[in-house]
């Protein structure tokens, strides 16, 4: 079965630590619902740079990574389903980007 990678984008700090507690919550809980379709739960990131033939942008670009987890889901449109969960896209604060994880032979 295929592995799609989820690439977050947005998202907000938590005010307090008692919010912070609630969205790791939120986090848990839908992770915990794709059972073993969870292959890799990742993580968070830091802010990234962008390196380009014109050099090194240090701001992450447009819509910089905010952290990642790969998936198994049937196709595209399955790990698409699964992504709606994600509390980002629930409380409106970011988005997933999904793409299948292509297996090369070196």
């Given at each position: 079965m295929p592995e799609f990678i989820f690439v977050y984008h947005g998202g907000k700090t938590p005010e307090s630590e008692e919010e912070g507690a609630k969205v790791m919550e939120s986090w848990k809980s839908w992770m915990g619902s794709m059972g073993d379709a969870l292959k890799v739960p990742g993580?968070?990131?830091?802010?990234?740079?962008?390196?380009?033939?014109?050099?090194?942008?240090?701001?992450?670009?447009?819509?910089?990574?905010?952290?990642?987890?790969?998936?198994?889901?049937?196709?595209?449109?399955?790990?698409?389903e699964m992504a709606k969960g994600c509390p980002m896209v629930v409380d409106g604060s970011g988005s997933v980007e999904i793409a299948e994880i292509i297996e090369m032979e070196m």
């Open positions: 993580a968070p990131v830091g802010m990234s740079k962008t390196v380009s033939a014109g050099g090194v942008a240090d701001n992450g670009g447009a819509n910089p990574v905010s952290g990642y987890s790969v998936v198994q889901a049937a196709n595209q449109d399955a790990a698409c």
